[in-house]
DNA sequence: TCTTATCTGATAGTTTTTTTCATTTAGTTT
DNA sequence: AAACTAAATGAAAAAAACTATCAGATAAGA
């Protein structure tokens, strides 16, 4: 956690920013809950635990620089907002998504499965593929034996 | 055209919909701009040339009906607008998108580079897959020249 | 023609995000 | 250490995108 902390405070730095004690705790916030896909409302709301004289600008403010300094990745899974989650240490390329077309729970793939489709993308369509979304839409397992039709969710809340 | 429209026609019929005046000028203007990713902004103002009387709430649903008869998608590219875009006729699923970092160009792969992935995805994660997102994000073949180093561009407006 | 349900436009309202601006903070220079 | 400067912040207003409401128009069926 504090490693974690300090490299980010190391970004930070070389690009000329500081590790203000509001973006500290947001960050930590962000480390705390890596696995959660929290909205920028989520996190002010957790930061606003530990430093509660904190804004909801500054919130958003800090989460568009980590997101430009791809420390974090911006989300956005077609609810009208925006989320974000850490990008795993040392990740070349963001990890895949499977979205729950019945439930909504969103859960991860975190290997890389796309390398050999970049390979033939970048030749076949003469594209320089510096990274990728992939998200699958469907029935996760939980869901299994609820849903009699997968075809009939098509319409719901794809982006 | 026609027969596209006929076709839409149809499709909402069979589910108790009306193809109205509004209806059809929104889908002649969708079918006219097949390549285009237009927000919903850009088709009420494309669809007001032809029946200015139209009203931006009409256009919001039309495309919210279009959407759940999967005769249109939803798309997001991260830069907080909802597209949409045709679907092409009889594909079983959703295409994929070449987001050019530098210049914002939306190019399409209109092939399936998934299916040997997704077969994957099923069995090993126990996902019952019905569509699916797949974006890249990099240089396209216009800006290859222009741009020294991609990597530089991890943090533009990718959601 | 009458009835009923669908659809529409205008407008008000929400929600999420961005901008503005005066103040605070933190580093730098004298 | 005081003065200066740039960066960062909080509060609030504003913008942008979308959604809900509602009275009136339209159209299909009895």
Redesign the pocket.
């Known amino acids: 956690m504090e490693k974690r902390v300090n490299q980010i405070k190391q970004q930070?730095s070389a690009h000329?920013?500081?590790l203000?004690?509001?973006?500290e705790a947001t960050v930590r916030v962000l480390i705390e809950n890596e696995e959660a896909h929290l909205?920028?409302?989520d996190v002010y709301l957790l930061v606003k635990e530990k430093?509660p004289?904190?804004?909801?600008?500054?919130?958003?403010?800090?989460l568009?620089l980590l997101s430009d300094l791809s420390v974090i990745h911006k989300l956005n899974f077609g609810d009208?907002?925006?989320r974000y989650e850490f990008r795993a240490e040392g990740a070349e390329h963001h990890h895949h998504h499977l979205i729950c077309l019945n439930c909504g729970e969103v859960d991860e793939i975190m290997e890389d499965l796309l390398t050999p489709i970049e390979a033939r993308v970048e030749e076949e369509y003469e594209f320089q593929i510096v990274d990728h979304r992939l998200t699958f839409h469907g029935v996760c397992r939980r869901c299994k034996e609820v849903v009699a039709d997968p075809k009939k969710l098509v319409g719901a809340r794809v982006t």
Chains 1, 2 share one sequence.
């Open positions: 930070l000329n920013y500081k203000t004690p509001q973006r909205s920028a409302e430093a004289e904190i804004g909801l600008a500054t919130v958003y403010r800090t568009e009208g907002v925006t």
